[in-house]
């Protein structure tokens, strides 16, 4: 499986020649796993489920689990958009190995070469699997603060990675953004425009969304969760803030970070926003009656205890990040 980034490096003469110069700046955190693993995973690619969810959409669906050597670390939903020219992907998954099954899953539905890798923010389910399409054709897309946020955070996620996915984890390394995203760019792809926009801390502090005009499909990252239960490594009140302006984006489908491939648009966002609203208001409640983080985790939004899958696990830290967030408010 190795061959996979030689060609991508090797294939990459005849392409973009522009973004070449620009993508060798692209810097790769080599504290690599695959030392410590023993060798690395051999055999072939296996394919990877793709769902067709517009013209020239393709998306990946994670399953609401933890990263194993099952899942490869790809708990996270993926998109791919072709345009007339180049292709868009939308975060990368969990591992090299996984980055490398997706890489020959897309080789089965275009000869178009891939121009852009968008992460939608740090979570290593969502960008490990970048290492797999490094070239110096390849733009690495994140949000202005996503470089702060993998060097504070990349060698805690390589030690995750190793531990939680196993000898699958070998040689996945951190490649970080090549271009860097203030407010809004816009991404063209040959007769195909993606509006990529930084937001305000929400889920994360360095969250990007991307909409596909022509088909008004709206790529929220973990910004929706669909499902599974939100969870809050941002900002809560930010969160809330961020969705308001997102019901404006005038599409008429989302892809959600997690959860099925696609939804209607902006319904999606009416389960979240239950949650995230009533862990506001009951957090305040306890804080306001000098109560305890330990207290608030078993009561606040209890009623949301049987709507989402993963609630048992993540709950619990979404009030302990919520209460320190609006204890001085
Ligand atoms: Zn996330």
């Given at each position: 499986m190795s061959q996979g980034i030689a060609r991508a490096v090797t294939g990459s003469t005849d392409l973009?020649?522009?973004?070449?110069?620009?993508?060798?700046?692209?810097?790769?955190?080599?504290?690599?796993?695959?030392?410590?693993l023993g060798p690395s995973p051999t055999g072939a690619a296996e394919a990877i489920q793709l769902t067709p969810v517009a013209q020239g959409i393709y998306v990946y669906t994670g399953p609401h689990a933890d990263a194993s050597g099952?899942?490869?670390?790809?708990?996270?939903?993926?998109a791919i958009v072709i345009g007339g020219e180049s292709v868009a992907l939308i975060d990368s998954g969990g591992s090299l190995a996984f980055g490398r099954q997706l890489r020959a899953a897309l080789e089965e539905?275009?000869?178009?070469?891939?121009?852009?890798?968008?992460?939608?923010?740090?979570?290593?389910?969502?960008?490990?699997?970048?290492?797999?399409?490094?070239?110096?054709?390849?733009?690495?897309?994140?949000?202005?603060?996503?470089?702060?946020?993998l060097a504070a955070r990349a060698a805690f996620y390589l030690e995750a990675g190793a531990r939680n996915i196993g000898p699958e984890f070998a040689g996945t390394t951190v490649v970080g953004p090549t271009l860097e995203v203030a407010d809004s760019i816009h991404i063209n792809l040959g007769g195909r425009v993606l509006k990529v926009t930084a937001h305000a801390t929400a889920h994360t502090d360095n969250d990007l969304t991307v909409f596909d005009r022509r088909t008004r499909t709206l790529f929220a990252g973990d910004l929706v969760f669909v499902e599974r239960l939100p969870i809050v490594d941002g900002s809560l009140k930010g969160w809330l803030a961020v969705m308001d302006?997102?019901?404006?984006?005038?599409?008429?489908?989302?892809?959600?970070?997690?959860?099925p491939?696609?939804?209607?648009?902006?319904g999606a966002l009416q389960a979240q926003e239950r949650y995230l609203r009533a862990v506001l208001r009951d957090v305040r409640a306890e804080i306001a009656a000098g109560g305890t983080i330990e207290n608030a985790?078993?009561?606040v939004a209890s009623e949301e205890r049987t709507k989402w899958a993963r609630f048992a696990e993540d709950h619990p830290r979404n009030v302990t990040a919520s209460f320190t967030e609006l204890e001085w408010e």
């Amino acid at each position: 499986m190795s061959q996979g980034i030689a060609r991508a490096v090797t294939g990459s003469t005849d392409l973009r020649p522009a973004l070449r110069s620009r993508a060798l700046t692209a810097w790769l955190w080599l504290a690599a796993a695959g030392a410590a693993l023993g060798p690395s995973p051999t055999g072939a690619a296996e394919a990877i489920q793709l769902t067709p969810v517009a013209q020239g959409i393709y998306v990946y669906t994670g399953p609401h689990a933890d990263a194993s050597g099952g899942n490869l670390g790809a708990v996270g939903n993926l998109a791919i958009v072709i345009g007339g020219e180049s292709v868009a992907l939308i975060d990368s998954g969990g591992s090299l190995a996984f980055g490398r099954q997706l890489r020959a899953a897309l080789e089965e539905i275009t000869d178009l070469p891939v121009s852009h890798v968008i992460n939608t923010h740090v979570h290593p389910d969502h960008l490990l699997g970048n290492a797999a399409f490094a070239s110096p054709t390849v733009e690495f897309v994140g949000h202005r603060r996503l470089g702060a946020a993998l060097a504070a955070r990349a060698a805690f996620y390589l030690e995750a990675g190793a531990r939680n996915i196993g000898p699958e984890f070998a040689g996945t390394t951190v490649v970080g953004p090549t271009l860097e995203v203030a407010d809004s760019i816009h991404i063209n792809l040959g007769g195909r425009v993606l509006k990529v926009t930084a937001h305000a801390t929400a889920h994360t502090d360095n969250d990007l969304t991307v909409f596909d005009r022509r088909t008004r499909t709206l790529f929220a990252g973990d910004l929706v969760f669909v499902e599974r239960l939100p969870i809050v490594d941002g900002s809560l009140k930010g969160w809330l803030a961020v969705m308001d302006d997102l019901r404006a984006v005038p599409a008429v489908r989302v892809v959600p970070g997690h959860g099925p491939a696609s939804a209607r648009w902006p319904g999606a966002l009416q389960a979240q926003e239950r949650y995230l609203r009533a862990v506001l208001r009951d957090v305040r409640a306890e804080i306001a009656a000098g109560g305890t983080i330990e207290n608030a985790i078993g009561w606040v939004a209890s009623e949301e205890r049987t709507k989402w899958a993963r609630f048992a696990e993540d709950h619990p830290r979404n009030v302990t990040a919520s209460f320190t967030e609006l204890e001085w408010e």
